[in-house]
């Protein structure tokens, strides 16, 4: 079965320097998203992403945050200037848009610690 | 705005027997999608099963089964014949659609279940 691969499966990083978070959809999805999960927090919608721009994002996504779609596959998420508090496990996730219900499929997540 | 609350931090089943999870949600919608994720150690989100908000049937995927009450806005999970392999967080959620958009997910806060052999 397809599968939503991200890596690394853990980032380090130091506080203010910039990451990026990379996602492999699967390959006929055409809606793309990141979540988020604070540790023994609830998960957290940060934003979608459909037809190469966001269709959609939460209050969380500010401006130090980005996504893009460089190629045919890849999906990333970029924090400009990490913070403390960003430290979370990032899922992507990606669904094959219809007009009835259509699940997401998450990848394992990329465990972010900002020290 | 749309909420999903999970009432049971922690769950525990004996292997074989049958566990209920809770779930409750609030949204002035009429239009939308229920579904329980699983987390296992390994980290990745697994979808369990999902229940259109239209549809009055309860969702059923071999051993895991929902009870679905609308007007109650209750979306209870049940593991019958609990194995090992099912210990993991379990993550209620919920969906909304507009204009044939994709909403985002909104999850509940999630219920540890650990299954006893």
């Known amino acids: 079965e397809p599968e939503v691969t991200q890596t690394p499966s853990h980032q380090v990083t130091q506080m203010g320097q910039e990451v990026i978070l990379r996602c492999v959809p699967i390959?006929?999805?055409?809606?793309f998203y990141w979540y988020r999960q604070i540790l023994g927090q609830k998960v957290e919608f940060l934003v979608s992403f459909y037809n190469n721009e966001i269709s959609e994002k939460s209050e969380i996504f500010d401006d130090q945050f980005s996504v893009e779609r460089p190629d045919g596959s890849n999906f990333t998420l970029k924090i400009r200037s990490t913070k403390l508090e960003d430290s979370a496990m990032y899922f992507c996730?990606?669904?094959?848009?219809?007009?009835?219900?259509?699940?997401?499929?998450f990848g394992n997540g990329t465990r972010l610690t900002v020290t | 705005a749309q909420t999903v609350t999970q009432s049971q931090p922690e769950m525990s089943v004996q292997e074989a027997e049958t566990v209920t999870l809770s779930c409750t949600y609030d949204?002035?919608?009429?239009?939308?999608?229920l579904f329980w994720y699983k987390q296992p150690p390994s980290r990745q989100m697994i979808l369990v099963i999902r229940q259109e908000a239209y549809k009055q049937q309860n969702a059923t995927e071999n051993r895991f089964s929902v009870n679905f009450q609308k007007a109650a806005k209750s979306f209870s999970l049940k593991i019958s014949d609990s194995q090992l392999g099912d210990a993991a967080m379990y993550f209620c959620?919920?969906?909304?659609?507009?204009?044939?958009?994709?909403?985002?997910?909104?999850f509940g806060k999630g219920t540890k279940l650990s299954v006893k052999p």
């Open positions: 996730a990606s669904s094959e848009w219809r007009a009835d219900n259509s699940p997401l499929h």
């Open positions: 959620a919920y969906r909304y659609d507009y204009g044939g958009s994709q909403g985002n997910l909104i």
């Open positions: 390959s006929n999805h055409l809606y």
């Open positions: 949204t002035s919608e009429s239009d939308y999608y």
